[in-house]
T-cell receptor, first 112, second 115 residues
Framework: GQNIDQPTEMTATEGAIVQINCTYQTSGFNGLFWYQQHAGEAPTFLSYNVLDGLEEKGRFSSFLSRSKGYSYLLLKELQMKDSASYLC?????????????FGQGTTLQVKP | GAVVSQHPSWVICKSGTSVKIECRSLDFQATTMFWYRQFPKQSLMLMATSNEGSKATYEQGVEKDKFLINHASLTLSTLTVTSAHPEDSSFYICSGEGTPNSPLHFGNGTRLTVT
């Protein structure tokens, strides 16, 4: 299987830091993506990890451990506009263009 | 860069009719396009993978005769929902991939309502 698990909902306070975890089955792994999706809109790309370690992009960072089948998205200095659904997506397949499978998404609510 | 245009944004159709959704990559050539469906408060479910000039590969449980996919050029893929029923009402999103392992770029989605 290609089970991708992430928490359903999270709540955090404006200005704080929040970490959204994602676990996946490692067989066939070929890259992990994080997307942000606001209600009624298409997902927008946030980050990509294929090697172990931390990728930093402004207020957003993403970490990957391939051996553990684990990733997290870290959001710093939270803003109200960060309230959205965050989707962990894993590319499976031995070819360069294997299919991208999404987790169920984590709905983040940022409160004042 | 890497813009994907999807049309129409929303459509309402009667049960039994067919609806065509277009997905175009505007500034890159998408050798592979993916079609997803998203029901309210759920994540994106991959329906099929289409490669230019070849037949689409459908995910398990997706009826290929109902959801016709055509990828005739490197910049255009179409999804036709045939004989639509109310349970087909959903948010359909296409995405294109330019180079291998590059992030998928999504169209803005098509909200289909079947009455």
């Amino acid at each position: 299987g290609q089970n991708i698990d992430q928490p359903t909902e999270m709540t955090a306070t404006e200005g704080a830091i929040v970490q959204i975890n994602c676990t996946y089955q490692t067989s066939g792994f070929n890259g992990l993506f994080w997307y942000q999706q606001h209600a009624g809109e298409a997902p927008t790309f946030l980050s990509y990890n294929v090697l172990d370690g931390l990728e930093e992009k402004g207020r957003f960072s993403s970490f990957l451990s391939r051996s553990k089948g684990y990733s997290y998205l870290l959001l710093k200095e939270l803003q109200m506009k960060d309230s959205a659904s965050y989707l962990c997506a894993v590319r499976f397949g031995s070819s360069n263009t294997g299919k991208l499978i999404f987790g169920q998404g984590t709905t983040l609510q940022v409160k004042p | 860069g890497a813009v994907v245009s999807q049309h129409p944004s929303w459509v309402i159709c009667k049960s039994g009719t067919s609806v065509k959704i277009e997905c175009r990559s505007l500034d890159f050539q998408a050798t592979t396009m993916f079609w997803y469906r998203q029901f309210p408060k759920q994540s994106l479910m991959l329906m099929a993978t289409s490669n230019e000039g070849s037949k689409a590969t459908y995910e398990q449980g997706v009826e290929k005769d109902k959801f016709l996919i055509n990828h005739a050029s490197l910049t255009l893929s179409t999804l036709t929902v045939t004989s639509a029923h109310p349970e087909d009402s959903s948010f359909y999103i296409c995405s294109g991939e330019g180079t291998p392992n590059s992030p998928l770029h999504f169209g803005n989605g098509t909200r289909l309502t079947v009455t």
